[in-house]
């Protein structure tokens, strides 16, 4: 069964039945839009509102604070996801049907126009038919006419033999017109159904056939839209399960005696709790006052309350403002990042070494000169670097030896009374003197003239760098070559 054999006589209807199936493609297309739209909204709306809980700023130790973190950012991917669905969709199906549903529309348009081509040269060949028709009945009618008037005149006796042979001429000659008439009828009627038959069971089947083909082309695309609009989502699946297995395996994270360790690690102070309260006899009378009164003025307890409100002192560079305890993690953790970065700046010094002696080899890869700058300012960086390093280890020292020998007393601001002594601790292992002048423009370094005595604090370690301590009390780095030792 085909539309041609069985729809032959049902052009209006199969023009509304196409056109029906090209509207329904293009709401198909509108409802995608709308989809797309509300996947773009839902992953806006999830994008903000991580961005809004997101903490900024240091990684926290908490592990419940952390959890929440590494939810926010699978939520964060899972928004990713939900884009990505949008734009596929976009891209996979409504473009792609777009295109498609303007192919088909000009492919109908064009079966249509044929279909409406065909009628018209059949109706013109049947208007034909009917002239030609109307002109034989006419003729004929006008044959018999001079026929009968022909006889009629043979008849009179009164017509003379030239009105006789001339109604007989005129006679002839309408038959004849006549039979010619009726030989254009009977050629143009064998034309005409020879059209009318060619119409009805082969150009008009052709063309509707070619209809049905292209509206089941259409069906089965429409079809493959539908599959797709499930399949898009289908494919993204498997990351969004992996982001919502995260938020599982972030909540599993969560360990609540880990955070209570932390938290006591993190701000026990180390101080010792206070003692008993002495009892101060009043019974035994007031004793005359003496002169060693005001030298030795009777002790008063200091009020320690351990759940007052307490000033936040200002932070200091050295964490002298923190607990001992405290203050020696910080010190630690300072001396960490210290080394960290002077492995770095020493990594990128032995790499321009390196790079320097390449071009000394080869002079057609570079000018070595143009690496002194970076050198230079790479040696003061791990000069600076070390003189921090050799601080905070002297504090951090300190601090420890605070913390472990002495027993502290709460009244008195005891992790502060060392913060003068690093000056103290080392002392000049030689003397040297400047034989050139040295500006100390770069962060560790200082500045010699020439002929200026100087201590040595540190020696050269290999890097083309040693500390000095000025007769002024500044102390920094300055380039080995630009003195010589004192004996």
Not at 100 to 112: D, S, V
Not at 263 to 283: A, L, M, N, T, W
Not at 406 to 418: C, L, R
Request: proline fraction near 3%.
């Amino acid at each position: 069964m085909d539309w041609g054999s069985d729809l032959w006589d049902q052009y209006d209807v199969i023009d509304k039945h196409t056109q029906s199936g090209l509207d329904l493609v293009e709401r198909y297309i509108k409802f995608v839009k709308e989809r797309t739209e509300i996947e773009q909204s839902y992953a806006k709306q999830l994008r903000s509102l991580t961005k809004k809980y997101t903490k900024r700023g240091s990684k926290d130790e908490f592990s419940n604070h952390a959890s929440f973190q590494e939810i926010l950012n699978e939520l964060n991917d899972y928004a990713g996801q939900r884009e990505l669905i949008a734009e596929n969709m976009i891209t996979g199906i409504c473009v792609e049907l777009t295109k498609y549903l303007q192919e088909l529309k000009q492919e109908r348009k064009t079966h249509l126009s044929d279909v409406k081509k065909a009628q018209q040269n059949l109706e013109a060949s049947f208007k034909h038919l009917e002239s030609t028709k109307k002109r034989f009945a006419k003729e004929w009618a006008e044959a018999e006419k001079a026929t009968q008037q022909a006889e009629k005149t043979e008849n009179d006796l009164n017509a003379t033999r030239l009105d006789v042979e001339k109604a007989k001429h005129n006679a002839h000659a309408r038959t004849h017109t006549a039979e010619e008439c009726r030989s254009d009828y009977a050629a143009q009627l064998q034309k005409y159904n020879k059209e009318q038959n060619f119409f009805y069971y082969t150009e008009i089947p052709q063309i509707f056939n070619q209809l049905q083909d292209m509206d089941e082309r259409r069906i089965r695309r429409l079809a493959e839209g539908y599959c797709q609009f499930s399949d898009i989502e289908k494919n993204v699946l498997p990351i969004i399960s992996k982001c919502l297995e995260g938020i599982s395996t972030a909540g599993g994270k969560t360990n609540e005696k880990q955070d209570s360790m932390l938290f006591i690690e993190q701000h026990k102070s180390g101080f010792e709790r206070p003692s008993d309260v002495e009892f101060e006899d009043y019974s035994q009378g007031i004793k005359p006052a003496t002169s060693d009164s005001s030298l030795n003025p009777p002790k008063v307890r200091a009020k320690l309350w351990p759940f007052s409100k307490k000033h936040k002192l200002p932070a200091a560079e050295d964490f002298s403002h923190l607990p001992p305890e405290q203050r020696k993690k910080r010190l630690q953790g300072k001396i960490d990042d210290i080394n960290k970065d002077l492995q770095k700046a020493q990594d990128q010094s032995d790499a321009l070494e390196k790079m320097k002696g390449v071009y000394e080899q080869n002079p057609q890869m570079g000018d070595p000169s143009s690496l002194e700058p970076q050198i230079t300012e790479t040696a003061q960086n791990i000069g600076r670097l070390r003189g921090e390093l050799a601080k905070y280890e002297v504090k951090a020292l300190t601090c420890a030896h605070i913390s472990s020998g002495v027993a502290a007393d709460p009244t008195q601001n005891i992790y502060t009374e060392f913060d003068d002594e690093f000056d103290d601790i080392e002392t000049p292992i030689g003397q040297c003197t400047a034989l050139y002048t040295f500006e100390g423009n770069s962060e560790g370094t200082i500045s010699i003239t020439e002929g200026e005595l100087l201590s040595i604090m540190e020696e050269d370690k290999g890097d083309g760098w040693m500390r000095v301590l000025r007769a002024s009390g500044e102390e920094g780095y300055i380039p080995s070559s630009y003195v010589k030792l004192t004996p």
